[in-house]
């Protein structure tokens, strides 16, 4: 924070306590005034002329905070120089007038802090306050001053009260005002039982540390250059200087060496009658100095190397450099906190997503169990189909015996054609098993898609610890993610291509219907030519009859009873199970002739058979 930065804080407590209707706005007679009593506070020649044309009395209405700084950082911030004037004072002056105003101490005396170190503790609330206006305290800063506060006194701080008191407000999680903050001090909640001197001498401490830079103070024994003798100063160590005076009222200065990045501490053995011995080696001259205990030399050895080491790096102070790296903690734990809040609502929304897949998927396999419902229906109604067509076949072939040869070649074909079905029904179930191994594998991806989540979960609880890594980390993370999703895509695709096919398996399966239709019309055409053929056997024998001479008692031909001589009937091929035969009952009321008739006209359809070598072709003439 830069000299510019720490004079707006107060002059903003001035300007604010200056503004009565808390409008935003200050009257011009009091921004006159205020700006003379800076320009004396800051050692800054008056400059009346500029004063008087930037609040000239034709302009109407009073000057708000944005008005007024431009003047102020022309006029005042921009001639500002360091080491010119005592900040102190200057403090004082805005604490004054911001006061009288907004600081209201209890009127019975029970307050722990006294007005003079209420202005020290409003002067460590704007050193450690955020650069925002209105100027507040967060949480950990508070905690930090109170803690210094209580460790000055060899006090612990009850940090579970102060979260308490904190989280009584919601509007006191941001942050608190320098006026809540002295109301918490003077309300001694957290110095209870503390006298008033203490709680003096431990704020009075650590203003110096932090406000006016003292690394450390106390009683040393120093050396003397010229008549080497030993005596006791009152030593404080500041980052560019270690000043020593007569006593620890720092009334009369002594001397004061100048620190830098050539200097150097180091212990010495003990000698003239003195222990505890360390030097300080400047590139002029070497300062021998000894402390009270072995402690107290390592303290002040330790103090005096890192105020070489602020010179070194070019820091001029100690507490700001711990305060912005404080803050960076913050922000930097803001960012990972709020990098972890985006990541869960990341692992949210791709659960709901994950959820939503498998309410997809039990969809789809909800589908599947019915489509095999179907199937097992399909398959057992086909199985009922096919006994009663077997029991069908098994009356009509008793009596279609004789037309087998001419049929076998048709029932070849027939059995040919049952057995690409089967062939596609065996693909179909092949199909089906694809997919369900295409779910699993999609299952199985998900299942690698949660390791990888738990696999960033890891890698988020790593970057707390290495953070230039984690822009790199994060960029791998989200290719990851990328490189998932296309998976899913890719995944998503096998499946449409599943589903098509399966859709073009259930075309394929109702060809197979309409073909199983058309063998069924088949054989009935074929039937009817059976029936055809029985009446034109049985029309051509009665004709036979008719030309043949009656045959004597004592004549036999025995070559004829059984039909063609060497004829044997063979078993019947395998039926089709996708052929459906029905029985008509027509074929046994069409057929009155009595057993002898049958077995004449046998006997004729036999004779007529041997005779000629085309029986299909003389049958079907009578009928043409």
């Given amino acids: 924070m830069d000299l510019r930065a720490e004079l707006l804080k107060s002059i903003w407590y001035a300007f604010t306590a200056l503004d009565v209707e808390k409008s935003g706005k200050v009257s011009k007679s009091q921004l006159k005034v205020l700006s003379h009593n800076l320009y004396t506070v800051l050692h800054i020649p008056h400059d009346p002329v500029a004063l008087e044309e930037h609040f000239r009395d034709d302009d109407d209405g009073p000057v708000s905070s944005q008005g007024y700084m431009p003047y102020l950082n022309k006029y005042i911030l921009d001639k500002v120089e360091e080491g010119a004037f005592v900040k102190e004072n200057f403090d004082e002056l805005c604490w004054t007038l911001t006061a009288k105003k907004n600081y209201k101490p209890d009127r019975n005396g029970n307050s ?306 049952a057995e690409r079905q089967r062939k596609r029904i065996v693909e179909l179930e092949e199909m089906q098993k694809r997919l369900q191994e295409a779910l699993q594998q999609e299952v199985k991806a998900r299942q690698d898609e949660e390791s990888v989540r738990y696999a960033q979960a890891r890698l988020l609880s790593e970057e707390e610890e290495k953070l230039k890594e984690l822009m790199k980390l994060k960029e791998e993370q989200e290719e990851y993610i990328i490189k998932t999703q296309r998976e899913k895509l890719v995944l998503k695709q096998e499946m449409e291509n599943k589903n098509k096919y399966l859709e073009e398996a259930q075309k394929q399966l109702e060809e197979v219907r309409v073909n199983r239709q058309r063998v069924d019309q088949d054989v009935m055409v074929a039937q009817r030519k059976l029936r055809q053929a029985s009446t034109n056997v049985k029309h051509w024998n009665v004709q036979m009859n008719r030309l043949m001479h009656p045959i004597g008692p004592g004549e036999k031909r025995s070559t004829l009873s059984g039909g063609f001589p060497g004829f044997q009937p063979t078993l019947l091929a395998r039926r089709d199970s996708s052929l459906k035969l029905k029985q008509k009952p027509e074929d046994k009321i069409c057929d009155p002739m009595p057993e002898e008739s049958k077995e004449t006209v046998n006997n004729g359809e036999a004779r007529r058979l041997s005779l000629s070598p085309d029986a299909d072709t003389m049958a079907t003439e009578p009928s043409e």
Avoid at 154 to 164: A, M, P, R
């Fill in 112 to 417: 722990v802090v006294s007005h003079q170190d209420a202005f020290k503790l409003w002067c460590l609330f704007n050193f450690l306050s955020e650069d925002k206006y209105p100027l507040v305290m967060v949480p950990d800063e508070v905690e930090y001053l109170l803690k210094k506060i209580c460790t000055s006194m060899n006090v612990e701080l009850n940090s579970c009260e102060l979260d308490d008191y904190l989280s009584q407000e919601p509007q006191q999680q941001g942050g608190l005002t320098v006026w809540q903050f002295l109301d918490l001090v003077n309300s001694g909640r957290f110095l209870r039982g503390i006298e008033q001197e203490a709680v003096s001498m431990a704020i009075e401490e650590v203003y110096q540390e932090v406000i006016e830079d003292v690394l450390k103070q106390g009683y040393l024994w120093k050396k003397g250059q010229l008549r080497r003798n030993w005596s006791e100063r009152w030593f404080t160590l500041k980052p560019s200087s270690l000043s020593y005076y007569m006593s620890e009222e720092r009334k009369e200065k002594k001397g004061s060496i100048v620190l830098d990045k050539h200097c150097c501490v180091e212990v010495l053995p003990d000698r003239d009658g003195k222990r505890c011995m360390f030097c300080v080696k400047t590139s002029s001259r070497t300062y021998e100095m000894s402390a009270s205990d072995t402690r107290q030399r390592q303290e002040w050895t330790l103090a005096i190397q890192t105020a070489i080491r602020l010179q070194a790096e070019g820091k001029k102070s100690l507490h700001k450099d711990l305060k912005q790296k404080r803050r960076e903690q913050r922000e930097q734990r803001e960012k990972r906190k709020a990098a972890k809040e985006e990541e869960m609502q990341r692992l949210k929304q791709l659960q709901e997503e994950k959820e939503r897949k498998l309410q997809e998927l039990e969809l789809l396999k909800e589908a599947q169990r019915q489509a095999e419902l179907l199937l097992q229906e399909e398959e057992q109604r086909r199985r009922l189909q096919h006994e009663e067509m077997q029991r069908t076949l098994e009356i009509q072939l008793q009596e279609a015996e004789q037309a087998r040869a001419s049929m076998q070649a048709e029932m070849v074909l027939k059995e040919a054609e």
